[in-house]
């Protein structure tokens, strides 16, 4: 399984920004995804998760009503929509699947997620 992220770039205070992360390899069914990010001297903080249908969602409070998860498994991509983006959003950010599918409380730790992207870079000027 390979993960590829992309659509980080520079962007003003305010801004918005769409992270899409495609996945190849098997199948996805059942699984959970996710998105983390990391900022310069941290560590890797969960930021939101969806479940393989797509009707249950998770984000982490610092992201909450700003960012939506989605994805489309026909296509085997899942995104990461960021409006009202913040300095402190500055992070590298990386998609994860987890393909055992495990249960919503397990979402926001790293270890449940088996295969990672390579990561995007976003920066938020204030």
């Known amino acids: 399984v390979q993960l590829q992220a992309s659509g980080g770039g520079l962007v003003q205070a305010g801004g918005s920004l769409r992270l899409s992360c495609a996945v190849s390899?098997?199948?996805?069914?059942?699984?959970?995804m996710g998105w983390f990010r990391q900022a310069p001297g941290k560590e890797r903080d969960f930021a939101a998760a969806i479940s393989w249908s797509g009707g249950s969602t998770y984000y982490a409070d610092s992201v909450k009503g700003r960012f939506t998860i989605s994805r489309d498994n026909a296509k085997k991509m899942v995104y990461l929509q960021m409006n009202s983006l913040k300095p402190e959003d500055t992070a590298l950010y990386y998609c994860a699947v987890d393909l055992n599918g495990s249960g919503s409380a397990w979402w926001t730790t790293r270890g449940v997620y088996e295969y990672w992207g390579q990561g995007t870079q976003v920066t938020v000027s204030s």
């Open positions: 390899g098997r199948t996805l069914s059942r699984s959970v």
